[in-house]
């Protein structure tokens, strides 16, 4: 039977005087200076003081991170230490950015305008490949290479360029590793110039009709999006993971008859949603509809959602999930479509319970991050479509989730179209023979076929995980 069909139960030149300056205060960052937190930085016609920085995704609240060979730059948990310590130096409105381990700048790889190039430490040569502007993101930055106009970007937890936009990939934060730094925000060397510091966006939440009948309907304030990203991802910055608590207590219930749509940032107040009417069925067909529909954009937060769940959460492009429960898994928890290789979905804490099959489904392109999140009785945690009429090349990055038996897969990932799945700090409860599989490669297709598998296990290019990022319990 298709995987789809099945039945179930319930991401030119410049002087030597001001790359040295850089250099310099990068050095002092990827040395080990001591960290501040949530600290954003723009250049200025004087430039910020000398400093060093940790540069953290709003995505996932992933560290750019200076590889240990190699020249392509990646992202990987905030952990510290010289390889995730960066140093920013004024270069005519922008920056250059330096390794202080290497002495090498962070630049495009032969200085290409094009999408998709990687973006790496190499020589410095005072090319506009190597300088980097701040453009402000609401209360975050693009960090934009001059040469080519593009953003720096993860895919697959690898830095390159690509085209500027609101995925939250695309937004970073600079947190001081310095504390002479003084890294004040103020207007940057681009068009936004005349914008003040501490850029503060305004509430641009808002929800449907049907979204305004339901507690807390009016979606809360929010800075941005990434600035909310990057807020829920502090949680764990220091040591890459976060205690996993109780299932919340739940304050009010409301009934769905038709699907909310979200935009922005709505704060369920940990409210349980069930679905009613329409969306009363706790059946398991394909083309249910789902209780909340998010925008590429758009929060979801502090929500618990009951049963019947319906087809749970739908995320249009780039969206994050934070606090999100599902007391009984229904289609699937959530499923991810957004159609660009740059979209990033992010789902912090929250939990999920009775999926018979998939919990989140990427039906869509981009990068998932789930991180801080608790499962059990599942079938699979994450599953990259393996029968989708339209296939993409897809990433997913686990980290610090607690998989409580009975369950039979944590990743599910189509190798013949180049999908990861980065696995580390998960700890399965209850599975002391081993049976739950961590990460299981497809040969997925397009034709809406069953895919077959092709094997399981850590193999450094789909799967990438170690034993000892695994914990039996």
């Given at each position: ?6 039945p179930r139960r319930s991401r030119r030149r410049r002087n030597n005087r001001r790359r040295s300056v850089l250099v310099a205060a990068l050095a002092t960052a ?125 895919k697959g937890q690898l830095a390159q360029q690509n085209s500027c936009d609101k995925a939250s990939g695309k937004s970073w934060t600079l947190e001081a590793a ?96 069930y679905g009613s009417g329409d969306l009363g069925s706790a059946g398991q067909d394909e083309d249910q509809g789902p209780l909340f529909e998010l925008a590429d ?177």
């Amino acid at each position: 039977m298709s995987e789809r069909a099945k039945p179930r139960r319930s991401r030119r030149r410049r002087n030597n005087r001001r790359r040295s300056v850089l250099v310099a205060a990068l050095a002092t960052a990827l040395t080990g200076g001591a960290i501040t937190t949530g600290v954003l930085m723009s250049a200025s016609a004087a430039g910020p003081a000398a400093g060093t920085y940790r540069i953290v995704n709003g995505a996932d609240g992933t560290c750019l991170t200076a590889p240990s060979s190699g020249a392509q730059l990646a992202a990987a948990e905030c952990a510290g230490g010289a390889a995730q310590t960066w140093q920013l130096a004024d270069s005519d409105g922008g920056f250059t950015v330096t390794t202080a381990s290497g002495g090498l700048c962070v630049g495009v790889k032969g200085a290409s305008t094009s999408a998709g190039k990687a973006v790496q430490q190499q020589d410095c040569d005072g090319g506009d490949s190597q300088v980097w502007k701040l453009t402000e993101l609401g209360s975050a930055f693009h960090l934009v290479n001059v040469a080519s106009a593009k953003c720096l970007n993860l895919k697959g937890q690898l830095a390159q360029q690509n085209s500027c936009d609101k995925a939250s990939g695309k937004s970073w934060t600079l947190e001081a590793a310095d504390a002479s730094a003084s890294p004040t925000p103020s207007a940057s060397g681009s068009a936004s110039a005349s914008r003040t510091a501490s850029p503060t966006a305004s509430p641009s939440a808002t929800s449907s009709a049907s979204a305004s009948k339901s507690p807390s309907a009016s979606a809360s304030a929010s800075a941005s999006v990434s600035a909310t990203k990057s807020a829920t991802a502090s949680a764990s910055s220091s040591s890459g993971s976060t205690t996993l608590g109780a299932w919340p207590t739940v304050t009010g219930g409301k009934a769905v008859t038709a699907t909310i749509a979200v935009s922005g940032t709505y704060d369920g107040g940990l409210a349980r949603f069930y679905g009613s009417g329409d969306l009363g069925s706790a059946g398991q067909d394909e083309d249910q509809g789902p209780l909340f529909e998010l925008a590429d954009g758009a929060v979801l937060k502090n929500v618990v959602l009951g049963a019947p769940a319906a087809d749970g959460v739908h995320c249009l492009g780039s969206c994050t999930l934070q606090n999100v429960w599902w007391e009984d898994v229904g289609e699937d928890a959530a499923t991810f479509k957004g159609k660009s290789a740059s979209a990033t979905y992010l789902v912090d804490g929250g939990g999920a319970k009775g999926a018979d099959d998939k919990v989140f489904q990427h039906n869509g392109a981009g990068t998932l991050t789930i991180k801080n999140f608790q499962v059990a009785d599942f079938g699979k945690l994450y599953r990259s479509c393996g029968n989708c009429k339209t296939q993409y090349e897809r990433h997913v990055v686990i980290s610090n989730v607690k998989a409580t038996s009975p369950g039979k897969v944590l990743a599910g990932i189509n190798a013949n179209y180049g999908d990861t799945a980065t696995i580390s700090g998960v700890t399965i409860v209850g599975d002391s023979s081993k049976k739950i599989t961590v990460c299981e490669r497809f040969q997925g297709n397009s034709t809406g076929a069953e895919p077959p598998s092709l094997g399981s296990g850590p193999d450094g290019t789909y799967c990438r995980y170690s034993a000892s990022g695994i914990t039996y319990s």
